[in-house]
């Protein structure tokens, strides 16, 4: 990642510092359909450093998984994100590969 709002996951050791309910969460896409409800799927694992509001999380739309649909935060499945909070706690580590 080298700056805000270029897509891209920053590479580099973190740690989960919240783990968030989301389901209830919106966001805008800016496609005209409004904000969507539960765009971030069930849960919302906040990393630190200095990229605010990065994170692993689930989504709406499973069919966009592994398309660069993200602002930087790692997408998963709703059930495989469900099951990786399920496994992780507050200050677990996170490594993020090239």
């Not at 968030?20 to 969507?36: Q, R």
């Not at 990393?47 to 739309?61: L, N, P, Q, S, Y």
């Not at 709703?78 to 099951?83: L, P, S």
Request: glycine share 12%; proline share 4%.
């Amino acid at each position: 990642k080298q700056q805000v709002g270029d897509c891209r996951t920053p590479v580099g050791k973190f740690k989960i510092v919240s783990i968030e309910k989301s389901d209830t969460w919106s966001y805008d896409f800016g496609d005209g359909k409004g904000p969507i409800v539960g765009a971030y799927g069930p849960w919302f694992l906040r990393f630190d450093g200095k990229w605010e509001g990065i994170a692993i999380h689930g989504t709406h739309d499973e069919s966009t998984i592994s398309k660069n649909d993200s602002h930087g935060c790692i997408r998963m499945r709703n059930k495989d994100v469900t099951a990786v909070k399920n496994m992780v706690y507050l200050g677990y580590p996170v490594k993020v590969l090239e």
